[in-house]
């Protein structure tokens, strides 16, 4: 589901890091090496029907590259 993020994400947390992340080996070879993280937070969020809503979306996150791949989890309105 695309998503456009509308404000800022709060209540950020560290899912996993390091070896704990599955997807390691795609992440290194397609975004580059890094501290990889995988994060989790919250967020107002415009859905492609046009409605807004706040969200708690997953995305990995490195040192140096930024934050990739962000998806919803889950509504919470």
């Given at each position: ?23 390691l080996a795609r992440l290194n ?36 590259i930024g934050k990739r791949e ?8």
């Amino acid at each position: 589901m695309p998503l456009t993020l509308l404000g800022p994400i709060t209540r950020v947390e560290t899912i996993a890091k390091g070896r704990g992340i599955r997807e390691l080996a795609r992440l290194n070879k397609l975004y580059g090496k890094g501290r990889w993280r995988k994060r989790k937070g919250q967020a107002e969020v415009l859905l492609p029907d046009g409605t807004i809503c706040r969200a708690e979306i997953h995305w990995y996150e490195a040192t140096g590259i930024g934050k990739r791949e962000f998806k919803i989890k889950r509504l919470l309105d």
